[in-house]
């Protein structure tokens, strides 16, 4: 890779990680609100909700498209994130 190309992929680098910075912020936010919501669930079964993820994804796929961004893409990161949010719940529920 020539220095000019070296040097713009640093710049874009620094970029991402600025914006990976930003992400780590709204997954907190994310984080404090999926509490709040473990906090009204009593029961354990409560925490899959397939209709409420289909939901989510079908409106995900749309915004995408509307958006010019690979449905794939969007489709992997929010499958991955309620998952991964789902085995959060599980580990934290705590029975009333």
Known sequence: M????????NK???KLDK???????????????????LELKEYKNQIV???????ILNE???????NNIDPRITH????NMIWSYIDFEK???RKK
Do not use: A, E, H, Q
Request: aromatic share 6%.
């Open 2 to 9: 020539s220095p000019k190309k070296l040097k713009k992929l």
């Open 12 to 14: 874009i680098r620094k």
């Open 19 to 37: 914006l990976d910075n930003s992400f780590i912020k709204l997954i907190k936010k994310r984080t404090l609100l999926v509490r709040k919501v």
């Open 49 to 55: 909700d397939k209709k409420r993820i289909k939901i």
């Open 60 to 66: 995900i796929k749309k915004k995408s498209i509307k």
């Open 76 to 79: 992997r990161i929010w499958k």
């Open 91 to 93: 580990r934290n529920f």
